[in-house]
């Protein structure tokens, strides 16, 4: 159980489109979805906290007007980069956390690779 | 925002060791604290977590609690070279709502 999805796995596009990645959480429903970015050799570095429903939570330094989330259902959450650039080359990944469950343990999607070009 | 603190290592041990992975947060108000292990170029994976203080064991690993101590750690025993990973130390912060990760400490396991 608690397994969550990412799609694509990789992506590869030019500066200035728009890219966007889909995590759903496969067997159970999620109240909360994290998205996160990882640079090479760095550590998580968390974007945005998602509640279905209900506007995404950014984290300081985090563009929001460029980093899209919308959180439709309790199974899905999209993350839209919009006008990528190479330096939003980097592995976005996903996590959410088991409703009703109250350890607050998150799992893990895994991961997309985002190279803009 | 507080702190989880890791020894980024490498920490190096010889295949068959017990490796010790060590944390340390500063949010004394933390109920939750988790282990998650993230091999290169993939994302992390949870191993355990622990909200008790003391021991909790599972399989090869065990996580310990010291809540006074503001300390946990997690300790392979048996360690294997597919063991060589990065490993992830996460608290979960009631004031934020979000797990507060920790740098990591990369472990190589040596034959």
């Known amino acids: 159980g608690a397994v969550v999805s990412q799609h694509p796995s990789r992506v590869i596009c030019k500066s200035g489109t728009s890219v966007k990645i889909e995590c759903r959480s496969l067997d159970f429903q999620a109240t909360t979805m994290f998205w996160y970015r990882q640079f090479p050799k760095q550590s998580l570095m968390l974007m945005a906290t998602?509640?279905?429903?209900?506007?995404?939570?950014?984290e300081q330094g985090v563009e929001k007007d460029k980093f899209l989330i919308n959180h439709a259902s309790l199974t899905l959450s999209t993350l839209t980069v919009t006008s990528a650039h190479p330096e939003d080359s980097s592995f976005y990944i996903c996590?959410?956390?088991?409703?009703?469950?109250?350890?607050?343990?998150?799992?893990f999607g895994p991961g997309t690779r985002l190279t803009v070009l | 925002q507080k702190e989880v603190e890791q020894n980024s290592g490498p920490l190096s041990v010889p295949e068959g060791a017990i490796a010790s992975l060590n944390c340390t947060y500063s949010?004394?108000?933390?109920?939750?604290f988790f282990w998650y292990r993230q091999y290169s170029g993939k994302s992390p994976e949870l191993i355990m977590f622990?909200?008790?203080?003391g021991d909790k064991e599972d399989g090869r690993f065990t996580a310990q609690l010291n809540k006074a101590s503001q300390y946990v750690s997690l300790l392979i025993r048996d360690s294997q070279p597919s063991d060589s990973a990065t490993y992830l130390c996460?608290?979960?912060?009631?004031?934020?709502?979000?797990?507060?990760f920790g740098a990591g400490t990369r472990l190589a396991v040596h034959p």
């Open positions: 996460a608290v979960f912060s009631g004031g934020y709502n979000k797990l507060i």
């Open positions: 622990i909200y008790s203080n």
């Open positions: 996590s959410a956390r088991i409703r009703d469950r109250g350890y607050n343990e998150q799992f």
């Open positions: 998602s509640n279905e429903g209900s506007k995404a939570t950014y």
């Open positions: 949010d004394r108000g933390s109920q939750s």
